[in-house]
Every structure is written in structure tokens, then in C-alpha cells.
């Protein structure tokens, strides 16, 4: 048998006692005992962002920048199949 729960936690041994307390509240969980192995599996947190099409254009016609900004122009044009800037 396996239960399974998400949470958030800043360590691996608190990740554990996170999820301990939050399976340890459920009526449906029998009484756990020590001899079982827990597992945690780490996943990032998505992030969602919205961008403007104006805004989006704007960006990819702009020139010069820092040296990061140009070559994600640069892969953005040739994504689009749009034509290299000088």
C-alpha cells in the first residue's frame, strides 16, 4: 500500500515530517508504524507568465543588449523562422 502527498519544504527531513502530519490527519490512515520507507520525489514549482503579442514583437525587432539578450533574440528569430538582424 501507498499513500502519496505534496508539499512544499526547504529540506529532505522536513519534506518527511511534512508529509507524515499530512497523511497522519486523514481518517481513512490506519495507525503507521516504523517499519516502512518513505519516498521523496522533488519536483520544481511551475511558473506561469503572460506576455503581450505587442510586447513580444517589440522584443524580437529590438537590437544590441546584454550578451544573454542577444542570442535569445537571435533563438527566438530562428524558432519563428524569422530572418538575423545585423
Not at 522536513?14 to 516502512?36: C, H, T, Y
Not at 503581450?52 to 542577444?70: H, I, T, V, Y
Request: charged residues 30%.
Amino acid at each position: 500500500m501507498s499513500h502519496t502527498v505534496e508539499v512544499t519544504a526547504e529540506s529532505l527531513y522536513e519534506a518527511v515530517a511534512l508529509g507524515l502530519k499530512a497523511i497522519r490527519g486523514r481518517d481513512w490512515v490506519e495507525g503507521l508504524r516504523d517499519q516502512f520507507r518513505i519516498e521523496v520525489s522533488v519536483s520544481e514549482i511551475p511558473v506561469c507568465h503572460s506576455v503581450e503579442m505587442k510586447e513580444f514583437n517589440s522584443w524580437l525587432q529590438r537590437d544590441g543588449g546584454a550578451p544573454r539578450d542577444l542570442v535569445q533574440r537571435k533563438r527566438a528569430r530562428k524558432i519563428l523562422g524569422l530572418p538575423e538582424t545585423k
